[in-house]
């Protein structure tokens, strides 16, 4: 069997949730709340003998911390990617929301070409960044792999593996994950086909 069995997380509750805060490159830890949420997805995982060959993560502190608790649960060594990281939101980065309606009053760029916000990356960037940071999981093989990332990356990356094309002012194919929300995909190579096997929207914390 050459098929690559991948998991893709988004990380658990982080503190600019609590805050209020854009996050996208902003890098905010876990609260309390979102280790609890990481810490009883690896006890479900270890409990029901779910086994990861591999983990790949973003480099920010929320994603590096929920795959450090997922890790050290399930004994799977972590390694990260930049090219997970969270979706480049530009100036809105750790700025409050009211704060940031006054200051950016229309954030979502115009088409999914333009930078959003003036500075940060388009639609179509997160796009292409999302394909490579897929292509460099699939290179590793069959398998069972684990991706700790981001909502936005993620949907990028679904939208990749859907067909479907980048957000246009918000309108699309769009996924909704909470904290330590996660969809489990199969790849068959041979067959450039993909399962989606689970979807599971997020995990509290009892």
């Known amino acids: 069997m050459d098929d690559i069995h991948l998991t893709l997380l988004r990380h658990g509750r982080s503190l600019a949730d609590d805050e209020d805060r854009h996050e996208g490159r902003y890098d905010a830890p876990l609260t309390n709340v979102g280790r ?18 591999t983990v790949t993560h973003s480099p920010l502190q929320r994603a590096a911390q929920t795959a450090a608790i997922l890790s050290n649960t399930l004994h799977v060594a972590a390694q990260a990617d930049p090219d997970w990281m969270e979706l480049d939101n530009g100036p809105l980065a750790g700025l409050n929301r009211a704060e940031a309606a006054l200051r950016f009053p229309s ?3 115009s088409n999914p070409f333009e930078p959003y916000c ?3 990356e388009s639609e179509w960037d997160a796009y292409r960044r999302a394909a490579k940071a897929l292509q460099a999981v699939l290179s590793l093989g069959p398998g069972h792999r684990l991706v700790v990332a981001h909502g936005g990356i993620i949907n990028a990356a679904l939208r990749v593996v859907s067909g479907s094309a980048p957000l246009a002012n918000g309108a699309g194919v769009a996924f909704a994950l909470g904290d330590c929300g996660h969809v489990r995909l199969a790849y068959v190579p041979r067959r450039q086909l993909w399962w989606v096997l689970d979807f599971v929207p997020s995990v509290g914390t009892t």
């Open 107 to 109: 954030p979502a760029p």
């Open 36 to 53: 609890a949420q990481a810490t009883r997805l690896a006890d479900q995982w270890a409990t029901s003998r779910t086994h990861f060959d």
């Open 118 to 120: 003036g500075t940060g």
